[in-house]
């Protein structure tokens, strides 16, 4: 049975993680966006409960980081499951076949976008462009991008991902 | 001596295997005790034959594509190290027609070195421009970059020239080079093989318009969708670094130039130069008003050349061969030449960089090979989400920006996407304002909420709700997004969907008579 973080209080490990960025990154001009990302990085989610800390330190209101934030597509203010796999959904993708890939992958994991699995492992996103156009449809998973993805090959990657602890 | 074998490093060779393919290569190679040496080259951009492994012998390289994993052993029982014969034998690479009929300047050496090793890069006349530049006073090099005719290659194809002399021209105690790498038109994928490929020559491009304008720092604003690019730059700006071609002395010139790769987040509209300076500051990406232009106040409130990598990308050859030479390429007022780049449902997709002139027609059939269904191409979209489809009757439309302008079409990014036969261009058509409705910024109202009306609409045509009046509301809608929108997001949503709408009104079952207003 996985154990889901509860993101209303941040352990004293991870508020130490937070703390440490925030040190790192706070006198960069320009800072918000790279504190974000290594935020992410390191835990996988930008919690809420950690806004009043940054905002303060780079003299901004906590609206202004909840702001930034929710912009980007790339931020997220929840824990991922164990893995992330975006699927292209852009023209070049479209053009080979990607919509019917979509609805495949969903059926397979039983999830729709924005969801996790119920075992945790696999987050599943949109995204648009991988810059893999060559070789559609593509599919990233964590950092590393498929190409000219077929149901066999994605069947492949999803037992693999399953099989991973 | 160890044979040479070449297996590219691309992030689009990698997804199809790349590493796996290197890693079997290696072991058959141990196993059978022979001699080579694995170098992780850039790839040609021929994408169609990844993984392309290349084996360098007396005449040249030569090629085997494309290479799965399971092919390797057959490819040591054919001898393929020592020119043997083999299916997947393709010959000295250089020759291959698709390659051998490109005009590369920019890509002049992608796929013959490795990405990140400097003394390669010096080796293939790396830095030439460079020098050149700091033998010329700034005025000088804006000059040179003004007469070679080169263009914004990001899209709005805004001459660079004019841009840097603004920048020059304003008088400021700091000023910035900014580096567009925010590279989010599907279809497009030039601006990454440029930095997982062939990094230097986007940070020589920068540190020349740096010396340019006056500017001492510079950033690579990333699309976060890139992690090979991240990595390959970081390493490639520390190696320059080192090397001495960045920091407090360039060369020994008493110049500095600072150079740093920031990441953008997965929005859209960070493309758009104003929209990424703010995102650069450390906001949200809302699009500025304009004027000021960024030329005059840009990063930080301070004077700030904004380019495209392609455009940065093709200052060193311009400086080391002159204006002159990069002028002689091209048509019209499109000097130079355009990197292409294949894609969609065609047989031989990739990289093609050819002087401007050639025809849409050319591309899709003599180099691209026709779809790769097999069924007849219905459309092409040039130049990203935001891009004209082009239907079967203007293909021989040659590229140029003027000629595709003229025919209410944009190069922008050079992306081309093709469609066969299956395609629901209604079903494109809803998609851009779907597309527009998730990416924009929310600053001006045509965007935000055109967008959204723009989808609803196009739903009720589809379904033969008072199609003609449906008709001209799209046509009144898209009116007001094309010249009431802030930026190019809602400014150029109505080029995807009236070009749908015009050339195929039958998939919005529309009849042709109800397509006027």
């Not at chain 2, 072991?27 to 951009?45: C, F, L, P, T, Y």
């Not at chain 2, 700030?304 to 030479?325: E, Q």
Request: proline share 5%.
């Amino acid at each position: 049975m996985e154990t889901f973080v509860n993101e209303s209080i941040l352990s004293p490990q991870d508020f130490k993680v937070v703390n440490q960025c925030i040190e790192n990154y706070r006198h960069m001009p320009g800072a918000l966006l790279p504190l974000l990302h290594a935020i992410q990085d390191d835990l996988g989610y930008i919690p809420q409960v950690a806004y009043p800390n940054i905002a303060s330190a780079l003299s901004l209101s906590v609206a202004e980081v909840h702001g930034v934030v929710t912009f980007y597509h790339h931020f997220r203010t929840h824990q991922p499951g164990r893995n992330i796999l975006q699927i292209c959904r852009a023209e070049s993708c479209q053009a080979m076949g990607s919509d019917a890939l979509e609805a495949y992958i969903k059926k397979t994991l039983g999830v729709e976008f924005h969801e996790t699995t119920p075992d945790g492992s696999i987050t599943l996103e949109p995204i648009y462009c991988l810059g893999n156009c060559a070789c559609s449809p593509s599919v990233m998973i964590n950092e590393e991008v498929h190409g000219r993805v077929d149901h066999k090959k994605i069947d492949q990657l999803i037992s693999d991902l399953k099989g991973k602890t | 001596m160890s044979i040479k074998i070449f297996v590219p490093i691309d992030s689009t060779a990698l997804s199809l295997g790349a590493h796996e393919v290197a890693e079997v290569i290696s072991k058959e190679a141990q196993a059978k005790k022979i001699d080579i040496e694995i170098i992780r080259n850039s790839s040609r951009g021929l994408f169609w034959l990844e993984t392309l492994v290349e084996v360098e012998t007396p005449q040249g390289r030569i090629g085997f594509g494309p290479v799965t994993p399971s092919d390797v052993k057959s490819l040591f029982d054919a001898d393929f190290i020592n020119g043997g014969k083999h299916p997947l034998a393709l010959g000295l690479v250089a020759d291959i027609d698709w390659l051998k009929k490109q005009e590369r300047l920019t890509f002049a050496r992608m796929g013959i070195t490795e990405p990140t090793s400097i003394d390669q890069y010096e080796a293939h006349d790396g830095f030439q421009g460079l020098k050149n530049a700091l033998k010329l006073k700034p005025e000088a090099i804006v000059e040179t970059i003004t007469s070679s005719g080169l263009r914004g290659r990001g899209g709005a194809a805004f001459p660079t020239g004019i841009k840097w002399k603004t920048v020059l021209d304003t008088k400021a105690t700091q000023k910035y080079i900014v580096c567009n790498a925010d590279e989010g038109d599907s279809g497009t994928y030039s601006d990454r093989m440029i930095m997982e490929g062939d990094p230097f020559v986007l940070i020589e491009g920068m540190i020349i318009a740096g010396l340019a304008v006056g500017a001492s720092q510079g950033y690579i604003y990333l699309r976060s969708e890139y992690p090979h690019a991240l990595k390959t730059l970081n390493e490639a700006i520390y190696q320059a670094t080192k090397a001495g071609y960045l920091g407090e002395d360039i060369l020994k010139s008493g110049q500095a130039f600072h150079l740093e790769v920031r990441r953008a987040a997965g929005a859209y509209i960070c493309g758009e130069e104003t929209s990424l300076l703010e995102s650069l500051e450390g906001k949200r990406g809302l699009v500025r008003f304009k004027p000021p232009l960024p030329a005059i106040e840009g990063l930080f409130g301070k004077p700030t050349v904004v380019n495209n990598v392609i455009s940065l990308a093709t200052v060193p050859i311009i400086l080391s061969k002159g204006a002159k030479y990069y002028q002689d390429f091209g048509m019209g007022k499109s000097r130079g030449t355009l990197p292409i780049q294949l894609a969609g449902n065609l047989k031989r997709t990739g990289l093609i960089e050819k002087a401007f002139g050639i025809t849409l027609r050319e591309l899709l059939y003599d180099f691209g090979g026709g779809s790769l269904s097999g069924k007849p191409i219905k459309a092409v979209q040039v130049g990203g989400p935001l891009g004209a489809y082009l239907p079967e009757s203007q293909f021989d439309t040659p590229l140029d920006y003027e000629k595709f302008s003229e025919i209410w079409a944009v190069l922008g990014h050079g992306g081309i996407v093709a469609f066969d036969e299956t395609v629901n261009m209604a079903k494109m058509a809803r998609y851009a304002f779907d597309f527009c409705a998730i990416e924009s910024c929310g600053k001006c109202t045509p965007c935000r909420i055109g967008s959204t009306r723009g989808a609803e609409v196009i739903d009720h045509i589809m379904q033969g709700h008072d199609v003609k009046k449906h008709v001209a509301l799209i046509r009144d809608l898209s009116d007001t997004m094309l010249n009431g929108s802030l930026c190019a997001l809602g400014g150029m949503t109505p080029y995807p969907v009236l070009s749908a709408l015009n050339h195929f009104p039958k998939d919005f079952g529309v009849d042709a008579k109800d397509l006027k207003a």
